[in-house]
């Protein structure tokens, strides 16, 4: 009988980092093609880590190439829409439900399959216009219900924060609709200010970033209205969902320091993170330009490891070059030596930032950073996986491609782990005219990579490309009446967006 020599050595050293990475990858692979079963868009960018990456199985880059709208479907609301719809599945029949918010304060139900309404909800009287309403600044009106939605599956629950006109007063407050009927459940909504015992002014404090849910609570990040008038302050305020009106709440200690990005508060399962602002009148850091981390409870983070803030945040400060445009995103990083686990941070100035999840590091505490963009980087990434490192796609002002660096586009980062943490361009091009926030579709979680790449408030139209090389692969698809950051979502085979008091959806 012939006996096998056994590995020793650095033979075994190779071949348990082999292990290493395999089983990393595998268990990266198994969630993803999980979460995206489901066949449900609960909350912003499809799941807490707001990576924008949903599976689609039978979407091949060949398939691709036949982009088109799917005539068959017809959603129509009223007023604009800057949140992302959601997708939720009827537990008694299967059904897809389409869920949209409007800055009207209205909540619109949809059948998935033909547009149809299935019901429709009033929250409140929206705020009209900036002067009437007694603010002195602002650039959404009217203005109702900016941030995403979330949806509590086993509740069968959506919470949102409308700003509504109320007595007379502006007032942000905070609803758990049934989806079901589309029913205001009871306890609810609960006055922000009225359950901060008046610390929060609605005067000066706006929503605009995506909700979350995390132990038991919905998470809201607040900031301020555009042009940073009056005196506000980076919020985050946790809403328990079983005891409406008991809550738990941050605010950045220097005055403004808002937590502006679209994403919102994100996380990896055990943590929360948010990214705040320029904060002012300071000349101690408060907080601001920071990327911060939270438990349940949303102490202040004081150790470095719960904290990180440029070396320059005061130079940040004082030209509005917020490091918060973006939230901060969990990344996976495979390695020889397993997974890495980081946060990638990216600010208006163009650099971004590698963080060690498990210790933020303090001021001046990055791992890596580079100057990816020369201009301001402020929508949504998506981001995926695929051979040793992981990918990010995002839409900037400056989408520095070689040789000229000007000019509005898609840019993809590629970010890895060996033999240090880095950060270089994997492709770049300047098709997209200004940016909403890209996704990427897989069709098991890492293969055919494809990035949808939204002109939304620019050229309105649906750019779809191919995740490895940058290759366009279908005609743009237009559009009509997208706003700003507007994100679209994939499932079932299609996807949708809103723009233009209509839902599109497409197919291949």
Excluded at 291 to 308: C, H, S, W
Excluded at 350 to 364: C, E, K, P, S
Aim: charged share 20%; aromatic share 10%; proline share 6%.
């Amino acid at each position: 009988m012939a006996h096998r020599r056994l590995p020793t050595g650095a033979a075994l050293k190779v071949i348990m980092r082999f292990a290493l990475l395999a089983g990393a990858l595998a268990a990266t692979l198994v969630a993803s093609v999980s979460a995206a079963a489901d066949s449900t868009v609960l909350t912003y960018h499809g799941a807490l880590d707001r990576s924008g990456r949903y599976v689609m199985p039978g979407l091949t880059y060949e398939r691709a190439r036949g982009l088109r709208p799917d005539l068959t479907f017809n959603a129509a609301y009223r007023g604009e829409v800057y949140a992302q719809p959601l997708l939720w599945r009827d537990p008694k029949t299967g059904a897809g439900v389409l869920i949209v918010a409007t800055e009207e304060d209205e909540v619109y139900a949809f059948d998935e399959t033909t547009g149809a309404q299935i019901w429709m909800r009033t929250l409140g009287e929206p705020i009209a216009d900036f002067r009437s309403a007694g603010f002195r600044c602002g650039d959404i009106w009217p203005l109702g219900v900016t941030g995403t939605p979330v949806i509590d599956k086993a509740r069968a629950t959506l919470y949102l924060d409308a700003m509504v006109m109320r007595d007379n007063h502006p007032r942000h407050e905070v609803y758990a609709v049934s989806l079901a009927d589309g029913s205001v459940e009871s306890g609810w909504p609960v006055d922000v200010a009225t359950a901060l015992d008046g610390s929060f002014d609605p005067m000066t404090q706006n929503q605009r970033g995506a909700l979350a849910l995390f132990g038991g609570r919905v998470f809201i990040p607040y900031s301020g209205l555009a042009g940073d008038c009056g005196v506000y302050y980076g919020r985050v305020i946790g809403f328990s969902t079983a005891e409406p009106g008991k809550v738990v709440s941050f605010s950045t200690r220097a005055r403004a320091g808002g937590i502006w990005a679209q994403g919102g508060v994100t996380g990896d399962g055990k943590s929360l993170f948010a990214a705040t602002g320029n904060t002012a009148y300071t000349k101690e850091w408060g907080d601001g330009e920071a990327v911060l981390r939270f438990g349940p409870d949303l102490a202040r983070p004081v150790a470095e490891r719960d904290y990180f803030a440029p070396s320059n945040w005061k130079d940040l400060d004082d030209h509005d070059l917020d490091l918060g445009g973006a939230a901060p995103i969990p990344l996976d990083v495979p390695s020889a030596r397993g997974v890495r686990k980081l946060i990638l941070a990216i600010g208006k100035d163009g650099n971004a930032y590698l963080l060690d999840r498990d210790n933020l590091g303090g001021v001046g505490g990055e791992l890596a950073s580079a100057h990816v963009t020369p201009m301001r980087a402020i929508a949504s990434p998506a981001v995926w996986s695929a051979g040793d490192g992981v990918f990010v796609a995002l839409e900037v002002d400056g989408a520095n491609c070689p040789p000229d660096p000007s000019g509005k586009g898609l840019l993809v980062l590629k970010i890895s782990a060996d033999p240090a943490p880095a950060i270089s361009t994997a492709w770049c091009n300047k098709v997209v005219s200004y940016g909403g926030a890209p996704i990427v579709t897989t069709t098991d979680g890492r293969s055919n990579p494809i990035v949808f790449g939204l002109g939304a408030h620019g050229d309105n139209r649906l750019y779809a490309y191919r995740g490895d090389t940058g290759e366009l692969l279908a005609p743009p698809q237009p559009l009509r009446g997208t706003t700003k950051f507007q994100t679209l979502i994939a499932a079932d085979g299609r996807l949708f967006v809103t723009g233009g008091g209509k839902v599109y959806a497409f197919t291949f």
